[in-house]
């Protein structure tokens, strides 16, 4: 099932995706939880019910109503740095031995079709396609083995990131220069995790203006999504609508020679097998912003 959250008067909402449209699934059956981490939380019974639900709901268009990032109010966003050895060598890096975890405010979340706002005080933003692991069932001390059966659903993510920022500015950290706003869009839906069952197997592709600038698998994973979510959950608690964004393969514009960044006008689509195409355009800030 796809599930995307969206502004209704009442507040934000879960809708499931069908061919002819989007169906309010708390609309048509009010045992439906109205908000996307009450969804999560409940796993497997609640979803043969949404299934149920979306078949004998009304639909509506997508473009009537406004999308909302599809979990709107994550606790924690997570982000897994230089996960692909080849992208670790590109950046100058040597593999890790353990995961690399940095993080992005909520606030830089975003939507399919929605801009990637490029910063009036940065000159170097690129664009990172990865995989978006949504966190369902809590846990502590995860054990590896039954990691898995705490994803609810997979979603294509964009983990932008202003170069000069993360790079160059004092301090060493990456925070800054990931968490600008816009710079974590995720969509177009959460697939849920019963049609992914190996996320470890999956193509993910970059184009940049159609042209293809990111080709690779999470079958290239240094830590696959198991290992992650034992390591991370032995330091926190995971929470439903928690996102982990498991990085990004080799192809990015700062490594390139010479090196390509976004401008306004561009086209930045990841495309990642078993989810679909999460697509943004990119703009220019406003000069005087608010
Ligand atoms: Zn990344």
């Known amino acids: 099932m796809r599930l995307v959250s969206y502004r209704s008067p009442a507040g934000p909402r879960v809708a499931g995706v069908r061919d002819d449209g989007l169906v309010d699934l708390h609309q048509t059956d009010q045992r439906f939880p109205c ?41 924690k966003v997570l982000c897994v740095g230089a996960n692909y050895a080849d ?39 690129d664009y990172e396609a990865e995989l978006v692991v949504v966190i369902g ?3 502590r001390h995860i054990p590896r083995d039954q990691a898995l059966e705490h994803v609810a659903a997979y979603a294509c993510g964009n983990d932008v990131s202003a170069r000069d920022w993360q790079l160059r ?55 696959p999504v198991d290992v992650l979510i034992a390591y991370v959950s032995d330091v926190c608690t995971l929470l439903p609508g928690d996102l982990i964004f498991t990085g990004t393969p080799p192809g990015v514009g700062f490594a390139r020679k010479p090196p390509i960044f976004l401008k306004p006008g561009d086209t930045v689509e990841v495309d990642i097998e078993k989810i679909g195409v999460l697509r943004n355009p990119v703009v220019a800030e406003e000069p005087t912003g608010s």
Do not use: Y
Not at 55 to 71: H, I, M, N, T, Y
Not at 111 to 124: F, K, T, Y
């Open 87 to 125: 992208h670790a060598a590109e950046s100058g890096m040597a593999p890790p031995e353990e995961p690399i975890l940095f993080s992005k405010f909520p606030s830089a979340l975003s939507v399919d079709g929605a801009p990637i706002v490029l910063p009036r005080n940065s000159q170097e933003v």
């Open 35 to 75: 908000c996307m981490k009450a969804l999560l939380q409940r796993g497997e019974p609640l979803l043969a019910l949404a299934d149920e639900i979306l078949q004998r709901g009304k639909a509506f268009p997508a473009d009537s109503v406004e999308l909302l990032p599809p979990v709107p109010n994550p606790e």
């Open 169 to 223: 500015k004092p301090g060493g950290q990456w925070l800054l220069g990931k968490t600008f706003d816009t710079f974590a869009p995720f969509g177009p839906a959460l697939v849920t995790a019963d049609e992914i069952p190996d996320p470890g197997n999956l193509e993910i592709q970059l184009r940049l203006n159609g042209q293809t600038m990111q080709q690779s698998s999470t079958r290239h994973f240094i830590f």
């Open 137 to 139: 069932k809590p846990g």
